[in-house]
């Protein structure tokens, strides 16, 4: 007999298909769906690129209908969301496929949730907080990074308050993601490195979080041992497609992880970042991940330490705070390797700016699966060692 204790533990996927020319797969799921006029969400600068056109011929094919609605910008607003909504009901649509990064993906996923339950998308903020499930959702991701394309959660800005809110529930998981490394040859190196760094930090976030599991803690580990090898590949040779499957399965692999254990500190304090100062995501966790382990450390030591073995780190210490400096040190070198070298005080942030950041930051829900709860003092200092 064991006194071992096994929590009950779920674990939420949606069905994906990942390889070479998947996104061609759109129009046959749409009909799969049943579905006869579909909204495509996504944004101006994926229009410019050829891809679209590729997307939008599977669903004529098919027979399918669509109207485009591009009007998202990075970290999507809550009124865009309430205009793409009215889109969808004015054009009769009943499907959704969103096509580009994280920030069109979310908008779609908030368009779904307002029009099947009749209400302003700021009014869904939380955990499952929404009763009606959305239209279905077929996602083409063009970023190794947000895994919104596979996650229960979407971020939307709101634009009064000026902060972000996260709104998690089973009822937006997409019902299918299209996952194909082709689009990615001709990500620019800036998106490349910051959506990388992204996923890094979903991984490392679900491995230490108080949500974590056996299941969650394999595709975590994983994936930081894929993307570490292959984002620093993928960044030096952006037309390298296996570099970009790399980095997309490794991708996947993290939003599986984070869907399912939620994040933290990182994330609650990129997001009041990213709400006040509409910085990049994933930019914003990169330059917070070091700081954020020097308080989150000593709570959970023995999941840092194998998180730096799933880096490539050979530890060379003698005790935890030795430890606790090499894996610091790898990380800076992997940022550092997709030039994000910046710190946040040249991006604009001040001292004068943390009290703010810190308020809204102890507000955000993925601060409840933080391994170590901090005060407003403890998020101030956190912003403060990252300036
Ligand atoms: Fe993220």
Not at 114 to 142: A, K, Q, R, W, Y
Not at 337 to 359: E, H, K, N, W
Request: aromatic residues 6%; negative net charge; hydrophobic residues 40%.
């Amino acid at each position: 007999m064991t006194d071992i204790r096994h929590e009950l533990r779920k674990f939420v996927a949606p069905e994906f298909i990942i390889g070479e020319d998947a996104r061609l797969l759109a129009g046959r799921y749409a009909k799969n769906y049943s579905v006869s006029h579909v909204m495509v969400v996504t944004d101006e600068q994926m229009l410019k690129t050829g891809w679209i056109s590729s997307i939008l011929e599977s669903l004529t094919a098919e027979g399918i209908q669509y109207t485009i609605f591009s009007d998202v910008n990075p970290n999507p607003r809550d009124f865009e969301v309430m205009k793409g909504a009215d889109l969808y009901r004015e054009s009769r649509c009943d499907a959704l496929v969103a096509i580009g990064g994280g920030s069109p993906i979310d908008c779609a996923k908030g368009i779904g949730i307002v029009v099947t339950n009749h209400s302003h998308i700021l009014d869904f903020e939380g955990v499952d907080n929404i009763s009606v499930s959305s239209p279905p959702l077929i996602c083409i991701p063009t970023t190794a990074g947000s895994a919104a394309d596979v996650s229960q959660f979407a971020v939307i800005n709101d634009s009064r308050r000026k902060v972000k809110i996260t709104i998690i529930s089973k009822k937006i998981v997409p019902d299918i993601s299209l996952i194909d490394p082709i689009p990615l040859t001709t990500l620019p190196k800036g998106l490349t490195a910051h959506t990388g760094m992204d996923a890094i930090v979903h991984s490392i976030e679900a491995y230490v979080s108080n949500a974590s599991s056996p299941v969650t803690d394999i595709h975590a580990l994983e994936s930081i041992r894929i993307l570490s090898k292959y984002l620093p590949l993928a960044y030096q040779n952006p037309e390298n497609l296996h570099y970009r499957y790399q980095t997309l399965l490794g991708s996947l692999l993290a939003g599986l992880a984070f869907s399912n254990a939620s994040l933290g500190i990182i994330h609650a304090m990129a997001h009041s970042l990213g709400g006040e100062y509409d910085l990049t995501h994933g930019e914003c966790n990169a330059l917070l991940l070091e700081s954020a382990i020097e308080f989150n450390f000593s709570t959970c030591p023995d999941r840092y330490l194998s998180i730096g073995r799933a880096l490539g780190v050979d530890y060379q210490c003698s005790d935890a705070e030795q430890c606790k400096g090499e894996l610091i040190q790898a990380l800076t070198k992997l940022r550092e390797s997709v030039g994000i070298v910046q710190r946040f005080r040249q991006i604009g942030i001040s001292m004068d700016c943390i009290p703010d950041l810190a308020r809204n930051a102890i507000r955000d829900p993925c601060l409840a699966t933080n391994p170590r709860e901090p005060d407003i003092r403890d998020i101030e200092q956190i912003y403060a060692r990252a300036l």
